[in-house]
């Protein structure tokens, strides 16, 4: 089982920047995706961005241009950053890991525990 440790949630005026980051660890594993969702109460969560292990990218239109993913893989390691940040992004941001196991081929997924921002003056 993987773990995922997120960290750079806050607090940040319209307009600003953030920094997140989660953190892979466990034994034998290898990530396939890191992805970042975000959820606010009473709506589905949403996939914000994500970044493959051979570096390809997806983005959430919405944040297109604002919001850059890369990864440091020698650390299993992924850093969202986020710039020109607006009210609306406001929400729980969860990283989510896609992996394998070994020799395993069965993909496995985890969850870290969320990471709170708010973008408000």
């Known amino acids: 089982q993987v773990q995922l440790v997120e960290s750079g949630g806050g607090l940040v005026q319209p307009g600003g920047s953030l920094r997140l980051s989660c953190a892979a660890s466990?034994?034998?594993?290898?990530?396939?995706?890191m992805s970042w969702y975000r959820q606010v109460p009473g709506k589905q969560r949403e996939l914000v961005a994500e970044?493959?292990?051979?570096?390809?990218?997806v983005y959430l239109d919405s944040v297109k241009g604002r919001f850059t993913i890369s990864e440091d893989n020698a650390k299993n390691t992924v850093y969202p950053q986020m710039k020109s940040l607006k009210p609306e992004d406001t929400a729980d941001y969860f990283c989510y890991a896609q992996y394998r196991v070994g020799t395993i081929a069965t993909m496995l997924g985890s969850w870290g525990q969320g990471t709170q921002v708010t973008v408000s003056s």
């Open positions: 970044i493959t292990s051979g570096g390809n990218t």
């Open positions: 466990g034994s034998s594993f290898s990530i396939y995706t």
